[in-house]
């Protein structure tokens, strides 16, 4: 068995240069005191991690899932005093050089064709191990490792912040540029290649043409061509962190089913994002959202699609519901996206002492909705104008349109991390 560490600091190899990312390793190093904490708790001499949310999060950001074949063929063991990857000699040189430089983890490997069972069995053998997964005799300890990243970190809560607006980008650009007849996949795909062009992989696209939606409330997408209105909603990962946002566009003037439609779901919506604040139960702020659905004549509508879900290393980390046990904590994010007959919005907001819209804009249209004398801004619906005819619909798709020409291709910058490779000057 191969065993060395990922070294810190400064190496060139090949012709390019491994930089060591030092808030990276800040971030690993505090989750690694978190992890010495469960350990001293639970009474265990070590952790196994081989769910690919707990790989990222402890590693402030290693993405396998791309690249891993069925079944786990890359784990992360830690100790009180060491951390390390077990993994196969084919991913070895990718996580060595590249993945995690610097970030103070060792690295034990096997040929790829070993089992990779094996490995983990000679880590765990005489030790008292907890594990995210139950593998080779360990303790299952599922729900308290989760618990450990629930609240993000200062870099993670920078991090969905960036993405977020390459996320939002990415939907509003491809959005503005629909006309009758494209179809939802051609729609779809836009999004994705805006999205993957910047490193940021679509791990959720949705367009549903025509209030379509309606009946399918978890519709993708299809080959039918969009003819009056469609909704997209995509979730982004990065650095395994997830986000998403949800926007209406409307060929012409909405029809007057879309727009009441709407018009009741940002209630909701502005709702849900307003009382989503550090302390209070996710039960709570339930009740309250579901009372503004009874207040205007809807009390059965939530029950066609689900409301809301709290991101971070997984699409959904926990479900909001009415029998939510979930207490919100600060730096914690919740995508709100309530729907009412054929409309949906969709926004990701940060939890705290005040709540922060990760995905607002302030190029796309807008409503907003006093919350307790508060005022609450939601997206609305873009209408682009089909024709002469279609008096006031123009004007709000003309500024996005600019806007979003202005900013180009630069908005997607600066997702690069110092992680990444660069060439060596001379």
């Known amino acids: 068995m191969a065993s060395k560490s990922v070294q810190s600091g400064q190496r060139q190899i090949a012709g390019r240069c491994l930089r060591q990312d030092e808030h990276r390793l800040a971030d690993v190093e505090l989750k690694h005191e978190m992890v010495r904490q469960l350990l ?6 070590a952790i196994l991690l081989q769910d690919p949310a707990a790989l990222s999060w402890i590693t402030a950001g290693v993405d396998l899932t791309r690249s891993q074949t069925d079944g786990c063929q890359t784990s992360i063991f830690i100790t009180d005093d060491a951390r390390l990857f077990a993994t196969n000699s084919v991913d070895a040189v990718q996580l060595f050089e590249r993945e995690a430089f610097g970030l103070g983890f060792q690295l034990k490997q096997r040929e790829w064709h070993q089992p990779h069972s094996e490995l983990i069995a000679d880590l765990c053998r005489s030790r008292r191990v907890l594990s995210d997964c139950g593998a080779e005799g360990t303790i299952q300890a599922t729900r308290p ?3 450990l990243r629930q609240s993000l970190t200062p870099l993670e809560v920078d991090r969905l912040r960036r993405l977020s607006r390459v996320l939002v980008h990415a939907v509003e650009v491809t959005a503005c540029g629909i006309q009758t007849g494209r179809t939802e996949s051609d ?10 062009r910047r490193t940021v992989w679509p791990a959720r696209i949705q367009v549903a043409a025509d209030g379509r939606n309606q009946r ?7 080959e039918d061509a969009i003819e009056r209105s469609a909704v997209i909603s995509c979730t982004a990962r990065r650095w395994g962190l997830h986000t998403a946002v949800t926007r209406t566009v409307s060929l012409g003037r909405a029809s007057d089913r879309l727009l009441n439609a709407h018009s009741q779901a940002v209630l909701m919506h502005a709702t ?6 550090a302390g209070e139960p996710v039960a709570d702020v339930w009740a309250r959202v579901q009372r503004i659905y009874e207040k205007f ?9 689900d409301q809301a879900e709290l991101l971070a290393y997984r699409l959904s980390e926990h479900q909001v519901g009415p029998e939510s046990e979930l207490r919100l904590s600060s730096n914690q994010v919740l995508f709100w996206h309530p729907s009412v007959d054929q409309a949906a919005c969709g ?6 002492e005040r709540v922060e819209c990760l995905t607002g804009s302030s190029k796309w249209p807008a409503v907003v909705v006093q919350v307790r004398g508060v005022p609450v801004t939601c997206a609305a619906i873009l209408q682009i104008p089909q024709s002469a005819t279609d008096h006031g619909t123009g004007s709000d798709w003309e500024q996005l349109v ?21 060439p060596v000057n001379g």
């Open 187 to 196: 729609v779809a795909g836009e999004v994705a290649h805006r999205l993957l």
């Open 272 to 277: 849900g994002m307003f009382f989503s604040k």
């Open 347 to 352: 926004d990701s907001v940060l939890t705290g």
């Open 216 to 222: 399918y409330r978890h519709w993708g997408f299809g």
């Open 402 to 422: 600019n806007q979003l020409e202005d900013v180009g291709a630069g908005e997607g910058d600066g997702l690069g991390s110092q992680w990444e490779l660069f």
């Open 145 to 147: 490792i989760q618990q």
């Open 40 to 45: 001293r708790t639970q009474q265990a001499d």
């Open 297 to 305: 004549g809807l009390p059965d509508e939530w029950r066609l699609a």
